[in-house]
């Protein structure tokens, strides 16, 4: 059981390139998102999918597209990176029921130059 | 969901007991309180959650307030790893609909100090 797993952990992206990020679950959870973190701050939702087939817009949707073609996985899509997209991205998934404790993944790290 | 306020930083001695602060004066009567951490920009770990008694697992114990507009994360002998940023976070339950979603303030600071 490996949790959430993202992919990758490094990149770095010269200003208009494009990019994906994969998130993958494999604990059959409904709800998954992306959040962003930036120095010195808490987590900022970009995307979130209530379930196969299904996207929806977060706090800070701009610049970012998502798709969730199968259950367990969710891919942000950066199409012409940004130097103000030069952030920590994290994944996270959550089973709904009574005890809804999020599983995170370990963060991708991407710097745009 | 409610906001909640936390102060930016605290220490703790190791092996002392760390009780970490939040205050959520907003909170509704359906709404839980959970407590996450992130070590070290590492993704966040869920600590506990409560609705209005007090919890206890083998991580931490949570103390909620008898009208539910503050509660305390203790960390009942800190050690040096638990050095992280505390999250505490207000949340309704499912109900259907929405990004059920975890909203994450500034948190807490914690250094656990040898």
């Known amino acids: 059981n490996a949790g959430v797993t993202q992919t990758p952990k490094f990149r770095v992206l010269k200003t208009g390139q494009s990019m994906t990020l994969l998130c993958a679950q494999d604990m059959n959870h409904e709800y998954m998102y992306w959040y962003r973190q930036d120095p010195g701050m808490g987590l900022r939702l970009i995307h979130y999918?209530?379930?196969?087939?299904?996207?929806a817009k977060g706090e800070v949707p701009d610049g970012y597209n998502v798709s969730r073609l199968k259950k367990q996985n969710f891919l942000l899509g950066l199409e012409s990176a940004a130097p103000s997209q030069t952030s920590v991205y994290f994944c996270a998934s959550i089973l709904l029921g009574t005890n809804t404790e999020a599983f995170f993944g370990q963060g991708t790290r991407l710097t745009v130059v | 969901d409610a906001k909640t306020t936390q102060p930016p930083s605290m220490d703790c001695a190791e092996g002392r007991a760390a009780n970490l602060p939040c205050n959520h004066s907003?909170?509704?009567?359906?709404?839980?309180v959970y407590w996450y951490r992130q070590i070290h920009s590492q993704g966040p770990q869920y600590i506990i959650h409560g609705l209005k008694n007090n919890e206890t697992n083998e991580m931490a114990s949570l103390i909620i307030t008898e009208d539910r507009k503050s509660s305390t994360l203790i960390l009942p002998h800190a050690t040096l790893r638990d050095t992280a940023v505390y999250y505490c976070?207000?949340?309704?339950?499912?109900?259907?609909?929405?990004?059920?979603?975890?909203?994450f303030g500034k948190g807490t600071k914690l250094s656990v100090i040898p």
């Open positions: 976070i207000v949340r309704a339950p499912y109900s259907g609909a929405g990004s059920y979603q975890l909203t």
């Open positions: 999918s209530v379930g196969e087939g299904t996207t």
């Open positions: 907003t909170i509704s009567g359906n709404e839980y």
